[in-house]
Structure formats: C-alpha cells, structure tokens
C-alpha cells in the first residue's frame, strides 16, 4: 500500500553548527536543569543536579561539577573526538573532588579511550563509575535541531547494583512520593491556567526545574517540607551568577514595584549561584488540605515573575 505522505530524511548535524565554543556555549548549554535531567535519564541515574561550572581543581577548571543526591559527579565535555589530554583530567578532576560518578561527553569515541574507560570500571573499586556519553545533533529538514546523547560505555550492570537500588527505595519513600505527587499537581493546574509556562517532569524532589529562557537562570517553585516554607525562586548560577545578580541589585525597587511585593534577595557568598526568590510561610504540603490554596498561589507568583524578570534577565549583560 503507498502513501502520499511526505517524508523527510534523518540527517546528523556536527556539533560545532550549535555551539562555536565549548566552554563559552556547550558548557552552559549542557548545565541547565533539563540538560542534566536528560543525561541523568541517558545514563540511568536518578538525578544530576549542578553544584558549580567551571569548578578549580588545583590549577585546573572542571567543566561540571554535580551531585546525583548523594555523591559528587563530575563531567568533562568535548566537542571534538576524544583525547589522551581529557583522558587525564577527567582522572586528575576526580581525585580532586572526590566523585564517585565521572562522565566524560564528547562528540566521539576513540576506540583506546572506551577501552580505557571500560578498563578503568572493571579493575577500580565498585563505588566508582566510569561513563563514555557520545552527544549528538539530528535535524529533519528544516526543524530545530535535536540533541541524543549516547551512552558508549558505562560500567556492566551498574544500575543493578545495591547502590542504585537504595536510591530508587529512597525516591519512593512517602515523602518522595508527596514531593512527586504536588509537583504533577502543579504541573496539571499551569497547564490548564498559565500554558505558557512549562516546567520540566516532575521528579521527587524540593523544587521543580523551571526554564525562564536563559542558561544560568531558573524561575523554580520550591516546598521545603522541614522548614515548612514554600516559595518560588530565581535562580542564578554558575561562574557569571555574582555579576548576574550585581547588575540585577539596582533594580531591586523597580522590579518588586511591577510584582507588587518583595523580594528575598540573597547573594549565596559561599556558593557558585544566587536567589532572588518569594516565600509562603507556614506551609507544608504534607498539609494536602491546603493544596489548593498553595497551588493558586503558586501559579499566581511564577505568572508574574515570569512576566517581570523574563524581559530583564534576558538583556542583562
């Protein structure tokens, strides 16, 4: 039976047509929330959340410093082939920090360097994992283009192991599944009334990911079940979040005139990253009564500090 449907060809783009610079655009690009989370979904770990870019190991800047919710991660990226060079950072990196997870991202595998990562998880000791992660582009036609990242060496039966399975017995505890539950909660209510903005999964967490349209930059709805406080933050990181939030500080009186209420601004000294966020106090969504009351609030605080800061986060310097 033919078809008169039209049919486009799968075409694979080089890396260099997205990011021109590694460090400048692939680094950034590859540290946002939905970024990590879609590696962290590649490789089978729980969750990769960013602790700092360009993190100093001696003498040296680690591209990416991370943590899955339990150990340090380090990952190393390339845009070009593989190299002995990168080989031996990504050891020197973790010894440096003490990672217990290293993943090493480049455009491709030379065979002697998956080797080598491969050898490296079969004679090292069971709480260290080596990961080879192959980033592609695809394009159809004149679509966007479209990452793929592929996983050309990992560790043998990693996600079988005792480790990986207490941290998926941790993510279905009671919390966790509440943290879950709340967030798809708010997930269903901005689909319904405020469409245009479109949080990440939901995962089991104290924060939802929230792109607000620029790396380094977070619009994120938070719920610390401890400290009994719910809020919704922008959050800056990386190398340039000091002077990110510097030249956001003059506008402090405009930007809370537009919202209509103040802000907590924190400057974070002893972290690579910034908060300028709002806060509910007295809230706990272990309290599912009130779910409604702190949804509409929710909802109503990302709507307008979506509108007022998406504009100035964009044409900051």
Known sequence: MTTNAALSKLERVPLREAWKHEAGEFTPWLAEPDNLNTLAEALGVSELVLVAIE?????????????????????????????????????????????????????????????????LNENTTESLSFFGVQVELWRIGNSPLAPKFEVVVKPDNWTKSGREQAKAATSASPTKQLQKKFWQALMDRLTSSAHHIRPQKPRAQSWLNNSIGRSGFALNPTANIRDQIIGVELWISGPDAKRHFADLAPQKAEIEDKLGYELDWQELPNAQACRVATWYPHASIEAEERWEEYLNWMVGRLTKMDQVLRPIVKVLP
Do not use: M
């Open 55 to 119: 993190h100093w190991v001696g003498d040296f800047k680690l591209d990416l410093l991370c943590t899955d919710g339990e150990e340090q991660v380090i990952i190393e990226n390339q845009l070009e082939e593989t190299d002995h060079k990168h080989l031996g950072q990504i050891l020197s990196y973790a010894a440096g920090v003490g990672a217990k997870k290293v993943i090493w991202v480049a455009q491709a595998f030379r065979p002697e360097h998956a080797a080598a990562l491969q050898f």
